[in-house]
């Protein structure tokens, strides 16, 4: 299972989309539209340990990354909108660190470890 704190999500991102998401089976989707219009999805299965982060700079556009085995999605900063996602073997670390942050110019980085 994939750890998280639902509320700091609800406050760093814009919308739960209610017609993706489902609570029932712990499938989410959230979304950001950013003030230069680029928009951030995240979507992740808690059960399934799966996470997808999508960004579309322009319409018809879109740029993401899949991860399989995600261990947690850790809120930063509420302010400053980053998170974390911390993907791969838990023992004695995770392999992949996705670091997202929402408001900056680089709004995706990936971290192997």
């Known amino acids: 299972m994939i750890e ?12 739960l989309d209610p ?12 979304r950001l539209t950013r003030s230069d219009q680029i928009a951030v999805t995240l979507s992740f299965s ?8 999508s960004l579309y700079p322009k319409p018809g556009t879109s740029v ?3 991860v399989n085995n995600c261990v947690s999605i850790k809120v930063l900063s509420e302010a400053g909108k980053s998170l974390e996602l911390l993907c791969g ?5 995770p392999t992949l660190r996705i670091f997202l942050s ?3 110019d680089n709004i995706l980085h990936l971290e192997h470890f």
């Open 4 to 15: 998280f704190d639902l509320s700091s999500l609800l406050i760093v991102f814009d919308e």
């Open 19 to 30: 017609k993706l998401t489902d609570e029932e089976r712990q499938i989410y989707w959230f």
């Open 46 to 53: 808690v059960f399934d340990r799966k996470a997808s982060v």
């Open 64 to 66: 993401g990354i899949d």
């Open 89 to 93: 073997s838990s023992k004695p670390k």
């Open 102 to 104: 929402l408001l900056g």
